[in-house]
T-cell receptor, first 111, second 111 residues
């Protein structure tokens, strides 16, 4: 099992749609989690941090289920500008605190 | 505020040539520094990380090396590039508990 696994995508949705991405992780000791956004040919940028059960920021909601070891990202009222690849990220605390990235889920929002 | 600089932005190098990519961080001291590589259409792979001057940990065996000659300087090198070294190289700094900040990356094409 990979340390971090995401929905393979791509997701093609119309503007205004609600879309959800799922991510599972294998290290039950992980304490913090992140969603990054990566635009084409650009560096990843931190979108949301999740430290407890969840986090909400405007149209974006991240939820954590520790028992099932998965994290989700919900985007409501999708905009064209939301088109990007979304990366699920989990720290590997027992080895110097390195961040391990999922493969990413591509989202394309169409007019 | 903290900033991270990475250069060059793009690089085309012949097989067998040497490589040197530089990354510097401003506005913080003793940062944890990381080199990641992203092959075309793939996820981010951690190559090296450093928790202090002269301290380098390697994640995967390869013909790349890293050095940290100064507190806020991280260098990625190769004596002889392979075609398989092509990719998007990203430097990052930060703490696993709070997420990383990435530089703008270097897109390397080995020909």
């Amino acid at each position: 099992r990979k340390e971090v696994e995401q929905d393979p995508g791509p997701f093609n949705v119309p503007e205004g749609a609600t879309v959800a991405f799922n991510c599972t992780y294998s290290n039950s000791a992980s304490q913090s989690f992140f969603w990054y956004r990566q635009d084409c040919r650009k560096e990843p940028k931190l979108l949301m941090s999740v430290y407890s059960s969840g986090n909400e920021d405007g149209r974006f909601t991240a939820q954590l289920n520790r028992a099932s070891q998965y994290i989700s990202l919900l985007i409501r009222d999708s905009k064209l500008s939301d088109s990007a690849t979304y990366l699920c990220v989990v720290p590997r605390y027992n080895q110097g605190g390195k961040l391990i990235f999922g493969q990413g889920t591509e989202l394309s929002v169409k007019p | 505020s903290q900033t991270i600089h990475q250069w060059p932005a793009t690089l085309v190098q012949p097989v067998g040539s040497p490589l040197s990519l530089e990354c510097t961080v401003e506005g913080t001291s003793n940062p944890n520094l990381y080199w990641y590589r992203q092959a075309a259409g793939r996820g981010l792979q951690l190559l090296f990380y450093s928790v202090g001057i002269g301290q380098i940990s390697s994640e995967v065996p390869q013909n790349l090396s890293a050095s940290r000659p100064q507190d806020r300087q991280f260098i990625l090198s190769s004596k002889k590039l392979l075609l398989s070294d092509s990719g998007f190289y990203l430097c990052a700094w930060g703490e696993a508990a709070y997420g990383y900040t990435f530089g703008s990356g270097t897109r390397l094409t080995v020909v």
